[in-house]
């Protein structure tokens, strides 16, 4: 029999060294699982990990998939530092995406600069105000946050088949569930040529600096971090609880519209019913595998946007199914939990009772 048991002094390196760890033992298992399918392992290797960045319009690529995890990722991070968790950032996008697309659409006729800032601005909106139902719920009725604001996804998701199939389809899109081909000044200026990185990628690096900044530089940031590692000495410094998650949730709703926003009028360039294949859960992973640290998040969205080109390019070159990207991502994942648990707690053999 065996138990674990707490460790007196967690290692703080190992802390740090726990996302690479995971990530090199989430590679072995990759290959171990390539060769039980009957692929080879260096073909599958390179083009799961090399090929898919190995040209110009691949590192744009791995921009574009970056963007979104990395935006969302910050602002959970920060969220999850204050323990409040808000699990419906998939949603939250989706509603971004339809407020921030609903303006675009309102100006079809209208080629001016303000525009985008308009929709930037509606999609921030639509964001926060599906993050404000999982807020309310929690403050006012102790509601956890977790259910609600992941219950919500699904209902945005049903909005958004509603939209794009009747009020926002396009006139003349043959029935396709689909709206109109946004404006260009409804669409983000390209930042590479011959690729389809756009300005939302610089928006993110920006999100990291600001994150960085709001958590380490600012009072409101170390109200949540007190909030999250010792909510009883919060309340008696007198930081009110209900407003950080307020605030929490607010920052994670507003980040994950605008990411839905640049979505639709970066690559995709429309309202479509999908639009996002899941970056609002895929950032949870992001947010952890970077340790709650903006700077870590940017690195770690880089790592799960790489999953997502490897998933497409094996699909394509090695006809393996598209699952093999959320396959690597829950393997990650599960990783970067055991080796938190083994650095934390330590195995140890129970002693048998004595028979007496």
């Known amino acids: 029999m065996i138990r674990l048991q707490k460790r007196a002094a967690p290692s703080a390196l190992m802390g740090y060294l726990a996302p690479v760890i995971a990530l090199f033992i989430t590679v072995l298992a990759g290959l171990v699982l390539f060769a039980l399918l009957g692929v080879p392992v260096l073909d599958a290797f390179h083009a799961f990990f090399i090929a898919p960045i190995s040209t110009l319009y691949g590192l744009g690529e791995l921009g ?36 921030g697309s609903a303006v675009a659409l309102a100006l079809y006729e209208v080629d001016a600069w303000y525009v985008l800032p308009a929709m930037m601005f509606a999609s921030i909106l639509g964001g ?65 040529g011959g690729t389809r990185l756009h300005a939302g990628a610089l928006v993110a690096l920006g999100l990291v600096v600001v994150g960085w900044v709001f958590l380490t530089r600012t009072l409101l940031g170390f109200a949540l971090r007190v909030n999250g590692t010792a909510p009883r000495a919060a309340g008696y410094a007198g930081f009110n609880q209900g407003r950080l998650v307020w605030l929490a949730l607010m920052i994670g709703g507003a980040t994950a519209g605008l990411a839905g926003l640049f979505e639709v009028a970066g690559p995709i360039g429309q309202l479509l019913p999908s639009i996002s294949p899941g970056y609002g859960f895929t950032a949870i992973i992001v947010a952890f595998l970077g340790r709650l640290h903006p700077v870590g998040v940017l690195f770690a969205g880089l790592v799960m946007a790489l999953s997502y080109l490897g998933g497409e390019s094996a699909q394509i070159t090695l006809n393996l199914p598209l699952a093999i990207t959320g396959v690597f991502q829950g393997m990650l994942l599960f990783f970067l939990l055991a080796t938190d648990v083994l650095i934390n707690y330590s195995i140890v053999r129970k002693q048998p009772r004595p028979v007496s």
């Open 128 to 192: 926060m105000s599906w993050a404000a139902v999982p807020a309310l719920l929690r403050t006012r009725f102790n509601v956890n946050e977790i259910l609600t604001s992941l219950m919500l996804t699904y209902v945005a998701v049903l909005l958004l088949s509603f939209l794009v199939a009747g009020p926002m389809r396009d006139p003349d899109g043959f029935n396709f569930p689909e709206s109109r081909l946004f404006h260009d000044a409804a669409t983000l200026p390209r930042l590479w």
């Open 64 to 99: 574009v998939k970056a963007a979104p995890l990395i935006m969302i990722g910050v602002a959970l991070s920060i969220g999850f530092r204050a323990q409040v968790w808000n699990i419906g950032a998939e949603g939250q996008l989706i509603l971004g995406a339809i407020a």
